[in-house]
C-alpha cells in the first residue's frame, strides 16, 4: 500500500521569502503525484501535478514541484511568498492497483505568511 | 464555470438523528469521492464511486454510514443514526478517471456538519 508523510504540521514564513513543505510518499509501484490547496473555509483545490514527462511542474501561482524517484520525494517550493498563500497544502499521491487508482492524502501543511 | 455543489453547507442535528447529504459531481465526471476533514484525523476516504457503482468505502463506518449514487448526477451520503463524533467537514469530489490514469480531483465546498 501506498502512503505520503508530511513532517511539517505547520511552516511559519515572512513574507517574500522562500518556502518549501515537503512531501514523500512510499509505493512499491509508479506513482502519480499532486498538490492541493485549501483556504479556509473552502475545498481542496489543484495546485499542481505530475503525471509523466517533465519532473518539474510549476503552478499558475509561481509554486513549483520536482519529482525526485530516487528520494521519493515531491517537495513544494516558492521562491517568494504572498500573505495569500496563507492555507493549508495537501500533498497526494494515486496508484493503480486492484484495477482502479488509489489516492492517499496527506495530513497536510499550514503555510503561514507573516507580513 | 463546471463545479462541485454540495447541500446542505451547514446542518446541526441531535444525535441519533438521519442525516443526509448530497453532491452533484461535474457533468460527464465518472468518479466521486467521498471524504471527512476534523481536526483530529485529517482528511479520510469514506467512499469512492466509478461509474456510480463503489469502488472503495473500506473507511466508511458501515453500521452507520451509507452511500450511494442513484444517478450519475447525484451522489448521497447518509448518516443514520448520527453521533457526536460525527461533527466534521464533510467533502464530495469529482474527477475523469481511467483506470490506469488519474485525474483532478474536483472538491465541493463541504458539508460542515454538527452533532449535538
Known amino acids: 500500500a501506498q502512503s505520503v508523510t508530511q513532517l511539517d504540521s505547520q511552516v511559519p514564513v515572512f513574507e517574500e521569502a522562500p518556502v518549501e513543505l515537503r512531501c514523500n510518499y512510499s509505493?512499491?509501484?509508479?506513482?502519480?503525484l499532486f498538490w492541493y490547496v485549501q483556504y479556509p473555509n473552502q475545498g481542496l483545490q489543484l495546485l499542481l501535478k505530475y503525471l509523466s514527462g517533465s519532473t518539474l511542474v510549476e503552478s499558475i501561482n509561481g509554486f513549483e514541484a520536482e519529482f525526485n524517484k530516487s528520494q521519493t520525494s515531491f517537495h513544494l517550493r516558492k521562491p517568494s511568498v504572498h500573505i495569500s498563500d496563507t492555507a493549508e497544502y495537501f500533498c497526494?499521491?494515486?496508484?493503480?492497483?486492484?484495477?482502479?487508482?488509489?489516492?492517499?492524502f496527506g495530513t497536510g501543511t499550514k503555510l503561514q505568511v507573516i507580513p | 464555470d463546471a463545479r462541485v455543489t454540495q447541500t446542505p453547507r451547514h446542518k446541526v442535528t441531535e444525535m441519533g438523528q438521519e442525516v443526509t447529504m448530497r453532491c452533484q459531481p461535474i457533468?460527464?465526471?465518472?468518479?466521486v469521492f467521498w471524504y471527512r476533514q476534523t481536526m483530529m484525523q485529517g482528511l479520510e476516504l469514506l467512499a469512492y464511486?466509478?461509474?456510480?457503482?463503489?469502488?472503495?468505502d473500506s473507511g466508511m463506518p458501515k453500521d452507520r454510514f451509507s452511500a450511494e449514487m442513484p444517478d450519475a448526477t447525484l451522489a448521497t451520503l447518509k448518516i443514520q443514526p448520527s453521533e457526536p463524533r460525527d461533527s466534521a467537514v464533510y467533502f464530495c469530489?469529482?474527477?475523469?478517471?481511467?483506470?490506469?490514469?488519474?485525474?483532478?480531483?474536483?472538491f465541493g465546498p463541504g458539508t460542515r456538519l454538527t452533532v449535538l
Open positions: 497526494a499521491v494515486s496508484v493503480y492497483s486492484g484495477g482502479y487508482q488509489k489516492v492517499t
Open positions: 509505493s512499491s509501484v509508479s506513482v502519480y
Open positions: 464511486f466509478r461509474n456510480r457503482a463503489p469502488l472503495d
Open positions: 457533468l460527464g465526471h465518472n468518479t
Open positions: 469530489a469529482s474527477g475523469f478517471y481511467l483506470n490506469e490514469r488519474p485525474d483532478t480531483q474536483y
